[in-house]
């Protein structure tokens, strides 16, 4: 799938040494995974390493008062993508310690979930990671389906894959995009988002909004793909590709590029382990864990594609390993177009999915059915179940609690991007001011996710 | 709906589990919606999760706390999500904590990520980790009165507390 290697600077070399990680996880990696070729010259890389797993939020006396400087990043500064704030003190232009500071956009949404019916409830978890809206609905529809033990058709299967998998197009658009734009690459934030506006066009068309969609419900999905649907995915998968070999040609190889992430903002495959840290950040560090392949879910198991891995844990692998996603994310999009089963697109379970529209014009019953399925909702078995998919940040997870009634006891989501924010500070100790921006871009924290 | 296509633990040898109960005996192994779940109390809760860690779990992937008021008799359930990519298999710990005496271990020591997850929870549950070296408010204003998600804590008509509010007038 990928060029040949035309320069020293092409990371893309199979069947270079293994990363130095433990057996299970080289193991892990034969299954058409790439590695990077790893460069062990990198002194600032070894310096930063030396930011142990521990919170060093302490003070250092060592340091006169004088050379040190505190400075509040954000939670208005551009480049925080979002209202994050960012405690960081410096020592001249050497970041020591940074603490993020989270909230601003807490809205409560766990509350709002217990007050909501499981069929409203995925008009909340769209809006919290608005830039993979359809993964956080896919998250909290198969944790309500693994409490009603309801049978998916494959169709509604391979819909839900289908949209998911542009979705993670879509968002890791945004993210090169906008680690682009930080570091100054200004027209990688036009083409990223020119390339992404055609994946939230064929969003619209199918669910009727670009974002916060509600399209995939307990059950199923809210309707079927519109007409004409294949040309307009064959036009994504013609045209992203495409688009995609022009940034290659913009950054791949781009020195600038290359001297403002590499080596930059490193994180080891412990650290993210120890942090939580999962997604494109932890494969960057030569992880190839992927709950796509680990623990597969709605039959993504049925398609092709690699886990794609970077063996520096640094900015410049993790924005290679997003290109590298996407593209995966398209092979597994054209394989689910060609095969695409025909059928249900939801369940024919009437405990959950309300009757067809012309049963309701000739029977009473089925009235008073559709009318309870949407006032009172439907009854979920009491129980407690997590589950988890890979959403573009990494593990999403969704803690469900029913007590048997229409709405849940709790529902907690897993954020990936919470988690992911602890490893800023380790990123960033003893690195340069200038890299900061190019820390957070490269982590691609949603705040939506972080705060809910 | 059908098993291989949902997300979820691979079925492992309970090995694991009867090692982690012999390191802890107070902690029980069950299942739970067929996910491995162990209940152990909360003075044990460090000890459980550090044979966790020495057994293969390497991450701990989420940290929350569950208000069963009116429910259960013991009104707090902390809930710890373990990951172990070796084994490709999740181990989830449920804690009772009784409303008189909120407090747990905390699990920094063991999983450094969950310093956040502890303190979202104690921010939204009032739980208090023992031990967590930063335990303040997360995502609510460092002066909210009240831990929002309890379930006695209502939904609407908050006064506004934010500082220096009133000045803005």
């Known amino acids: 799938m990928m060029a040949e290697p035309t320069s020293t600077t092409d990371v893309w070399v199979s069947g270079t040494e293994a990363p130095e990680v433990s057996e299970w996880m080289v193991a892990g990696t034969d299954e058409g995974a790439q590695e990077m070729e790893r460069d062990e010259t990198i002194e600032r890389g070894v310096e930063q390493r030396g930011a142990r797993v521990v919170d060093d939020w302490v003070v250092d006396d060592t340091v006169d008062d004088e050379e040190r400087m505190i400075v509040n990043m954000g939670p208005q500064h551009p480049s925080t993508h979002g209202v994050l704030r960012l405690n960081i003190e410096l020592e001249g232009e050497i970041v020591r310690r940074v603490k993020p500071i989270i909230g601003y956009l807490h809205t409560g949404m766990e509350k709002t979930a217990e007050t909501l019916t ?99 419900r307990p059950g199923g999905v ?36 290359i001297g403002r992430t590499r080596g930059v903002g490193i994180i080891t495959a412990d650290e993210c382990l120890a942090y939580g840290v999962t997604g494109p950040t932890l494969r960057a560090a030569g992880v190839p864990w992927d709950l796509r392949k680990a623990q597969p879910y709605s039959g993504i198991e049925a398609y092709d594609f690699d886990v794609v891995t970077g063996s520096r844990g640094d900015v410049y692998d993790r924005y290679r390993v997003r290109i590298g996603e996407m593209h995966q994310s398209l092979r597994i999009v054209e394989q689910v177009a060609a095969a695409m089963p025909r059928g249900d697109y939801k369940t024919g379970d009437r405990k959950v999915s309300p009757p067809p529209r012309q049963r309701i014009d000739e029977s009473m019953e089925a009235l008073i059915h559709h009318f309870k399925i949407y006032t009172e909702g439907f009854k979920v078995p009491a129980g407690e179940t997590y589950v988890a998919i890979e959403a573009p940040r990494g593990e999403l997870g969704c803690y469900l609690v029913s007590d048997g009634s229409g709405a849940p006891l709790r529902m907690h989501t897993r954020a990936p991007s919470f988690s992911n924010l602890q490893a800023l500070p380790i990123m960033m100790a003893d690195s340069l001011v200038a890299d900061t921006v190019a820390c957070i871009a490269s982590l691609d924290p949603v705040m939506g996710d972080v705060d809910r | 709906m059908s098993g291989d296509s949902l997300p979820g633990p ?81 181990l989830r710990i449920l804690v009772p904590v009784p409303e008189g005496d909120p407090e747990v271990p905390s699990l920094v020591p063991v999983y450094p990520g969950a310093n956040f997850m502890e303190r979202e929870a104690y921010d939204m549950f009032g739980i208090r980790f023992a031990g967590h070296p930063d335990l303040t408010r997360i995502l609510m204003p460092d002066d909210w009165v009240g831990h929002p998600l309890r379930r006695d804590f209502d939904v609407g008509a908050v006064p506004v507390q934010f500082k220096a509010a009133h000045r803005v007038r």
């Open chain 2, 10 to 90: 691979v079925a492992g040898s309970d090995e694991m589990l009867a090692s982690l109960g012999e390191a802890v005996p107070s902690a029980e192994a069950d299942r739970s919606t067929g996910d491995d779940v162990i209940r152990v109390p909360a003075r044990d809760l460090a000890r459980l999760a550090e044979a966790a860690r020495a057994g293969g779990f390497e991450m701990c992937s989420d940290i929350t706390v569950v208000d069963y008021l009116g429910v259960r008799r013991v009104r707090f359930e902390v809930v710890v999500n373990l990951l172990s990519l070796q084994h490709n298999r999740r």
């Open chain 1, 222 to 257: 809210a309707a079927d793909l519109p007409d004409g649907w294949e040309e307009d995915v064959a036009e994504i998968l013609e045209r992203i590709p495409r688009a995609m070999a022009d940034y290659e040609d913009l950054l791949k190889e781009n020195p600038i590029w």
């Open chain 1, 118 to 216: 499981y069929l409203q409830g995925g008009t909340n978890v769209t809006r919290m990671d608005y830039l993979a809206p359809l993964q956080n609905e896919l998250c909290y529809s198969l944790a309500v389906e693994k409490l009603l033990g309801v049978e998916i058709p494959p169709r509604a299967q391979a819909i839900r894959i289908l949209m998911t998998e542009l979705n993670r197009v879509s968002s890791h658009l945004v993210a090169t995009a906008t680690n682009g734009m930080d570091i100054g690459a200004l027209s990688m934030m036009m083409y990223g988002f020119r390339e992404r506006e055609l994946i939230l066009a064929f969003f619209e068309k199918t669910t009727g909004l670009r974002m916060n969609h509600n399209y995939i």
